[in-house]
């Protein structure tokens, strides 16, 4: 087979199987009829040699051949999307078209809806396609081309890829309104090393962050989600550490829970927006991040594109 018999439509539709594992999920997926995904994924079989995926009445599943052509179908893929975004420029049309932005789950659902409608505001010809995961994942997606760009917590491994710190996110205290933190009149991360601290599971960077912050070698019992942990907290299991964003100040609805700050040395993560190096909407990019300073949330600090306190934005803004 040469290459003038393979489409990049073709690679499409074995990602998307790939992915979705169903024949019909990845036809509405792809805009197409079921039968003419299946007649098309025969074809390309035939003209490969290779058997690409596995068919069962309850699932389809990717041979090994399966998953390395999809491996390498997303690649081309992506150099695909960056030959149009490349001719974009060269007309002068700015940053415009299909932007897939993503942010650690511990961030995503709490900073998405502060900034969303001001986003599209100000970059109206974007597509914008929001997804969340944890920073591996992410990292991984960028460079595969899956995502365009993301907001993380640093530090991340930055190999080729472009790093714009945007703000620091300080750590409130989550603990049951009726436990003693609650009415400490002196408040200091060290404090929560003990049996008592709440955190994340392994694989998260909040959790390594927050040992960090309290140093603690371990946490008592572990959570999937912030808001599961902000529950099992209110149940009365122990105490963590919130990012700001994710905290709400004084009592909870429920009276069952207090957030605090910590009123001298503040834990926190510093937020960036990442992208890779080599994309060619550098400029785009850099807009993107200064929009990102320009609407930082109540309760974080604005940071210069070195990551320090920026001199523009409010020294300590709190909700």
């Known amino acids: 087979m040469n290459t ?17 594992r169903h024949f019909g999920r990845a036809a509405t997926r792809c805009n197409v009829s079921q039968p003419a995904l299946s007649a098309q994924i025969r074809k390309l ?12 009445s309850r699932r389809v599943l990717a041979t090994a051949g399966g998953e390395a052509v999809a491996r390498q179908a997303r690649r081309v893929l992506a150099e695909a999307h960056r030959l149009l975004e490349i001719a974009r420029a060269g007309q002068g049309s700015g940053f415009a078209g299909r932007l897939a932005l993503a942010a650690i789950q511990t961030l995503g659902p709490y900073l ?11 970059f109206p010809d974007l597509a ?5 995961g944890r ?3 992410l990292l991984e997606s960028l460079r595969e081309g899956r995502l365009d760009a993301a907001l993380l917590s640093l530090p991340i491994e930055a190999g080729g890829l472009a790093v714009a710190p945007l703000f620091l996110e300080p750590f409130w205290l989550a603990c049951p309104a009726d436990h003693a933190l609650a009415r400490a009149d002196r408040l200091e991360p060290a404090q929560l090393a003990g049996p008592g601290l709440l955190l994340l599971d392994e694989g998260n960077c909040l959790r ?14 572990h959570a999937t989600s912030l808001e599961t942990l902000r529950s099992m907290v209110a ?5 963590t550490l919130l990012p700001r964003l994710a905290a709400r100040d004084g009592a909870d609805p429920s009276g069952l829970l207090v957030c605090r700050p910590f009123p001298e040395r503040e834990p926190g993560r510093v937020v960036a927006l990442v992208w890779r190096a080599s994309d060619p909407r550098q400029e785009g990019f850099g807009a993107l991040a200064a929009f990102f300073r320009r609407e930082t949330p109540e309760g974080t600090q604005a940071l210069d594109q070195d990551g320090r306190p920026s001199a523009e934005a409010t020294t300590s803004r709190t909700a």
């Not at 003038?4 to 979705?20: F, K, N, Q």
């Not at 809806?113 to 986003?119: D, I």
């Not at 149940?235 to 105490?239: K, L, T």
């Open 4 to 20: 003038a018999g393979l489409s990049l439509r073709d690679l499409e539709y074995v990602v998307a199987i790939e992915e979705e």
């Open 45 to 56: 079989e035939g003209s490969l040699g290779l058997a690409l995926f596995e068919r069962t």
């Open 208 to 221: 390594d962050q927050a040992l960090a912050a309290c140093g603690a070698a371990q946490a008592g019992r």
């Open 235 to 239: 149940a009365g299991a122990g105490y």
């Open 112 to 122: 998405f809806p502060l900034v969303l409608r001001r986003l599209r505001a100000t």
């Open 135 to 137: 920073t591996a994942e």
């Open 128 to 132: 914008l396609n929001l997804s969340e």
